[in-house]
């Protein structure tokens, strides 16, 4: 086959989505028709994309007629149910949700890290990572490619966007309720003023922070923690790598952050971790504490690579490396990475391969 491929972006119209619609009108366009598509609540709605207003389908069997390749950013369950009904209609599906990315016969994708995977898809659904875990795997598979990697201690700093429309909204409301008081000085002043309705968030999000992102798991954990862990050894091909992970949750709207201790095999370098990180693809060293220079979301969010700051040798450990870094959560966390991937697949059927 040498043509263009035709695209369906299932969930066009969500926080994800709508992020997906801009990078798709960013990118070379290497799409026939991209066809839109979301629940029933959506039909007709028209989106931009590609400097076209398109409509938006409601989702059924019959979107799919005619696609290669569609990428899904709806909830769990939605993904769930209708990812195999495309993938059994021939279409092959870029799945953002957590439906299927542990499922050995459905790759985990990071193009700057595991390309190869991409290609040996059974089921013919591929899955994109999580959000956090995205944040900082390109700039940990680069510098593991070099050191081997043995051992991960991580603790994020995630956006409320990474709990889709629902959690900016809760924030914004909450920011309103709270702008231009005294609250954040008395026990319990800021929990009487946003009242009960958190939105997605077990706890208020404005003037706090929130050590919980996910559901519960065995043990204490959180999902989201275990995301983290999970997906980790699975990009990087290291099934019996330590990881340990605490998930927080700030008020910030876009791009989560973290802190990573990274442990390896020998002993580094802070100058050759230096030369990995400013020559890896889809990273930015911007690390000079002493002219204040390090990655924050402010910054970070709107743009694609991974941002790395503040790296040190650690102190006790000749063979470990602190880091901080930032990533758009909706970007590289989420759009950015499906459209690289749904990209590479395109290629199969531009070349013929
Ligand atoms: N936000 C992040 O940082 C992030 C990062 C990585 C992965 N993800 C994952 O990406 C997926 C989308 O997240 P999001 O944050 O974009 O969520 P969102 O803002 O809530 O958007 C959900 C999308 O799914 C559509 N949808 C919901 N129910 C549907 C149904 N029954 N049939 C068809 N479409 C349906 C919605 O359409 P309507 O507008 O018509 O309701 C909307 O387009 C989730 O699985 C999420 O876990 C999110």
């Not at 920011?175 to 008081?181: D, N, T």
């Not at 983290?228 to 952050?257: F, M, N, Q, Y």
């Not at 990573?260 to 095999?265: I, P, T, Y």
Request: contains cysteine; charged residues 25%.
């Amino acid at each position: 086959m040498n043509r263009k491929p035709t695209l369906a972006v299932v969930g066009a119209t969500g926080a994800v989505g709508t992020v997906m619609l801009q990078i798709l009108s960013q990118h070379a366009d290497i799409w026939g028709e991209i066809r839109l598509v979301a629940s029933p609540r959506s039909a007709g709605r028209k989106l931009a994309v590609r400097g076209a207003e398109v409509e938006v389908l409601a989702l059924s069997e019959d979107v799919f007629d005619g696609v290669d390749v569609a990428m899904f950013d709806v909830p769990v369950d939605v993904a769930e149910q209708w990812a195999p009904i495309a993938a059994s209609r021939g279409v092959v599906v870029v799945d953002n949700s957590a439906a299927f990315r542990m499922d050995p016969d459905v790759p985990l994708v990071v193009p700057e890290v595991n390309p190869h995977a991409a290609r040996l898809r059974p089921r013919g659904i591929v899955a994109n990572p999580n959000c956090t875990t995205l944040s900082m795997i390109v700039a940990l598979g680069a510098l593991h490619a070099e050191f081997g990697l043995r051992e991960l201690i991580v603790s994020s700093y995630q956006a409320v966007s990474g709990a889709g429309k629902d959690g900016i909204d809760t924030l914004r409301r909450q920011l309103k309720l709270v702008a231009g008081s005294e609250l954040g000085t008395g026990p319990g002043d800021v929990r009487r003023t946003v009242g009960d309705d958190t939105g997605p968030f077990p706890e208020p999000v404005a003037l706090n922070v929130v050590p919980w992102v996910g559901a519960l798991r065995e043990d204490g954990w959180s999902s989201e923690e275990m995301k983290v862990r999970d997906e980790s050894r699975k990009i990087l091909g290291l099934p019996d790598l330590k990881v340990a992970v605490t998930c927080v949750r700030v008020p910030v709207v876009t791009t989560h952050s973290v802190t990573v201790h990274a442990r390896f095999e020998d002993e580094v370098t802070v100058a050759r971790a230096r030369e990995i990180l400013a020559t890896a693809p889809g990273v930015v060293l911007f690390d000079d504490p002493a002219a204040g220079e390090f990655p924050t979301p402010a910054d970070a969010t709107g743009t694609d690579p991974t941002w790395v700051g503040r790296l040190r040798r650690a102190l006790d450990d000749p063979t470990a490396l602190e880091f901080f870094a930032c990533g758009d959560n909706l970007r590289k966390g989420a759009a950015l990475n499906t459209t690289q991937i749904a990209e590479l697949i395109a290629g199969e059927f531009t070349s013929g391969g």
